[in-house]
């Protein structure tokens, strides 16, 4: 091969000379500090040097963050899960800076709407060999005025009791079994609420109506790949509403098995739409949570930031 063919099938990621790796010390039972000393290598074998930081907060990440934007660095890495992700990306959001995935984290959804690999070596090899891929995200603003983003999933009721036990009474179980046991664990102890969905164009008055699940996503799957909206992109300026009314038991112990193996939710009532802006109230007070985290209080505004973003992806084939 001639240099110039090798120079034109180069890393994009290679117009990069310096990068910094936040490594969330909790993410995946402690599996990103493990990978730390296979992170160089990888680096400098695409002409780049690399710093990694470790973080134990998001407010530590933040301030890190923002201190190697004003060194004049670009190319930022989470090694964590899509919480830690989305820590780093409310820390550099506005900034003319591309991230990249090292997911070693217990979810990791985000990730794999990406198109790399479950193993953070290999998804590294594969970020850094692939390119720049603009995507959406998702923002929200709380009843407590706090505004954020969020990447993946994120959701009230079931959805955000399972999240809180995947994190505190789960977290060291490995994948979609911990969060397959924080949603049996939260099941037993959550009952529809009443909620009310304005979206934004209006279509038809909003309503109170029942509701176990009330979910916004921007990918197809959340929990470590349980495939609840499979037509989500995460670059069609969309995002996909989803909605269960009720689950009994007989189906939720029907559904296990095939959520265990496959991650696939064959649930007729649940209830899907796309949309781009809406609004959630709860009659009861409630947390919403995003990738995996509690973001706060119902009620919510949430809107798709289109093309918010750059992310190094896996290289799409040419057509």
Known sequence: MTKLAKDSESSVANRFTRAVVFVNVHSGRGRSSKFLPRFG????????????IETSSAEELTAHAKQQIGAGV????????????????????????????????????????????????????VGLAGEPRPVDLVKIVTADGRVRLYLGGGGIGLEAATAQHASTRYRNWPGRLRYLAAAI???????????????????????????????????????????????????????????????????????????????????????????RRLRIETERPAMFEGDGELLGPTP????????????????????
């Open 41 to 52: 290598p990888v680096f400098r074998s695409h002409g780049i040097s690399v710093e990694t």
């Open 74 to 125: 670009r190319l930022f890495f989470s090694a964590g899960g899509d919480g830690t992700c989305q820590g780093l990306v409310n820390a550099v959001y506005g900034n003319d800076v591309v991230v990249g995935l090292i997911p070693a984290g217990g979810g990791n959804d985000f990730a794999r709407a990406l198109g790399l690999p479950a193993n953070p070596i290999s998804a590294l090899h």
């Open 185 to 275: 664990r939260a099941y037993a102890a959550c009952e529809p609420s009443r909620i009310r969905i304005t979206l934004e164009p209006a279509e038809g008055a909003a309503v109170w109506q029942s509701a176990l699940l009330a979910s916004v996503l921007n990918t197809p799957t959340f929990g470590a790949g349980i495939r609840i909206a499979p037509t989500a992109k995460i670059d069609d300026g969309l995002l996909n509403l989803v909605l269960l009314d009720e689950l009994r038991v007989g189906r939720l112990l029907l559904l296990l098995p095939r959520l265990a193996l496959r991650g696939t939710l064959n649930l007729p009532a649940l209830r899907t739409m796309t949309v």
């Open 300 to 319: 919510v505004e949430i809107e798709v930031v289109p093309r918010a973003m750059q992310f190094l992806a896996a290289k799409q084939a040419k057509r």
